[in-house]
Each structure stands twice: as C-alpha cells, then as structure tokens.
C-alpha cells in the first residue's frame, strides 16, 4: 500500500487553478439558449475553460453553465440528462446561489445534499462541482470535488491514508460526502497541501502510480 508522504511536494506545487478542459460549442448546441452559447464561447467553436474561470464573479447562471461544461466537456451521460439538469435551473440557482465562502454547518450540508440529488440527472460529481467551485464551507470544511475517479481510488484501498474511507457508491456517494471532506482535511493537514492541491493530485495520479 502506498502512502503519500513522498508526493508531498508535488501536491504542493499541483497547478490547481489552471487545470483546463476545452469543449465544443457543437456539444451543447440545442440543450443550452443560443445567447449563453454566445456569451460563453464569444463566436468560437470551442473554448477552454480553467477553474479560475469559474470564480464567483460570473453570474450564477452563466457559472452553473460553465461548471458542468469544464466537468463534462464532452457532454454528460446522454443529451436527455443535460437537458433534465438545465430545465431545472432555476431550482439549482436558489440552492447553491450563497455568498462566496457562506459559512454553514455541517447540518445544512445535508440539507443541501438532499435538496440537489432530488433534482433529475445530479449526482454527486455534479453536486461537488457546484458546491466547491461555489466555495460553499460546511463548518470546518471546504467543499471538494468528488468523481468516480476518487471513488474508485478510495474503494481500491491504494492509500494508507484513506484507510476506512472505501464503500462508495452512487447510491449513498451524499451520505459518505461529510467523512470524504473530514478526511482530505486531515491528510491535507498532515502533508501541510491545500485540499483542492490534494483532490487533483489523486483525480491526475492516483490511479496511475505504482
């Protein structure tokens, strides 16, 4: 079993803010108002879109866009789970739309997680996503993003360090949420990282080290 002491120093130095993903215009043609479309790619085919694009300082509709594009910028699983999502807009906006860096209690994380993953077609990849790049803080805890990449990572047991944090599965992913959070914060206090430096270390390397 691997231990992560050796990589402190690249997790330190993992370039959180610049990890980018380009997608296609073509790809969310008809799911997405053709005005948007326009905003966000400014009359190119494609654009690339970085986590510092996603700051707070869009507004909310354009940033719940721009989240799901540099998450799944090749679409999301169907065309039918887009267009679920985005017809529910509204409802995603008056969840996650709080003041940046909202301090909230780890009772209304689970308020929040249950009000998203009644929402057709949100999971927990999406509802990290939103809630991290949101900056959305649960006591203690900043909200991180969590995909079946570190799901997968966590239930193969490849990391002393998450020892016990295994079992993950879509179904009870909300419920495992808050032990996830506790969990990175605590290693991420051991090697002296930053979380989020943390999440894209395991999301770049964790299942390809040896």
């Known amino acids: 079993m691997m231990t992560l002491g050796k990589y402190r120093h690249l997790i330190a130095e993992m370039p959180v803010e610049d990890q980018a993903f380009t997608t296609k215009r073509s790809t969310w043609e008809g799911k997405i108002n053709a005005h948007i479309l326009n905003h966000i790619f400014e009359g190119q085919d494609t654009v690339k879109i970085s986590r510092k694009d996603l700051s707070t300082n869009n507004d909310i509709s354009t940033f719940i866009y721009k989240v799901i594009m540099w998450g799944y910028p090749r679409g999301m699983r169907g065309s039918a789970n887009d267009r679920r999502i985005f017809d529910q807009l509204e409802k995603i906006i008056s969840i996650v739309n709080l003041p940046s860096r909202a301090l909230l209690s780890e009772n209304d994380l689970d308020t929040t997680l249950k009000r998203l993953s009644d929402i057709p077609g949100l999971g927990i990849s999406t509802i990290s996503k939103l809630l991290h790049f949101r900056t959305h803080k649960y006591g203690a805890y900043d909200c991180l993003i969590l995909d ?10 490849l990391f002393a360090e998450f020892q ?12 495992k949420y808050l032990g ?19 999440e894209m270390f395991l999301f770049t390397f964790g299942n390809n080290l040896k």
């Open 164 to 175: 016990g944090l295994g079992g993950f599965r879509y179904d009870n992913a909300c419920l």
């Open 148 to 157: 079946e990449r570190l799901m997968r990572i966590f239930n193969a047991n």
């Open 180 to 198: 996830y959070l506790k969990t990175m914060h605590e290693v991420s206090l051991q090697l002296d990282v930053k979380p989020a430096n943390l």
